[in-house]
């Protein structure tokens, strides 16, 4: 799959008409984009720059680049609800998905961390990504093909509950663990097992509760460094002169993230000091 240079046949390309309206296709040599201003013919795309406008035959002129992952994830079909980009974002990045890591996510929903995840370890990196629900793994497999033009042979989707995962299944234990789900703290325990030692185990939660269950449990099995707890809000601007000010609207909440780094075995964490009062 290209990311850039100019379009070839099987690019996913994202057209903005004079509104804004954004349609999605995928090029093929001969094909035609049938529009309410008339046909687009796909052979006089193909070759173009992304950022190129191409004309329908009534003359109407749309806006031409390739779909962006996040543009496939806002628009893909859901089983199970997606982690937003915004929360991709700190994944990726507090979480330290490198190149070549092997990383176990769960559960896999819709693929849309799945495809994240597969972008950040590269070809020498591994994804293992375990879901319990056969109509939510081919949400997630056939969003992941389609993104990437095929089947990536570095990822590794799994219809299974993450707490029968073993050592066995994975080749060894992984990097990082990433749970996506109702009740990760009832599967701490596996992720320890499953876990490196210095491994980074993050979890996405809703809501009060399970954030206050994820991290009494972390904290009660004494395997892990004191976890952490975050929430990250976004907020767009609109940017027009005098009127420049915050959107008003925004996704204030989505979700809680957890991390915490798995201790080398047959260590207990340091007790947390605090600074004495004066
Ligand atoms: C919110 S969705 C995950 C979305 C996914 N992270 C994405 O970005 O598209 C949660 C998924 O976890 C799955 N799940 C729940 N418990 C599980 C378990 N024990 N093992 C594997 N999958 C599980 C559910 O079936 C559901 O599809």
Redesign the pocket.
Known sequence: MAYSGPFQPGDRVQLTDAKRRHFTIVLTEGGVFHTHKGQIFHDDIIGLDEGSVVRSVQGSEFLLFRHLLVDH?LSMP??????YPKD?AQILVEGDIFPGARVL??????????MSLLRAVGEKGEVFS????KD?LEY?EN?VDEYFGGRPANWHPRL????EVTLEDLGGPVDRI?L????PW??MDTARNLLIPGGVLMT?VATVPQLMNTMETIRGLKCFAEPRAWESLVRDWRVEGLATRPEHRMNAHTAFLVSARRLADGVTPPRPQRKARR
């Open positions: 994830v859901r089983g199970a609800a997606v982690i991709a996510e769960a559960g896999a929903g819709s693929g849309a961390l799945s375990y879901e319990i629900r939510h997630a969003n299974g509950d993450f707490g990433i996506d789900m109702v009740e009832h599967f996405y």
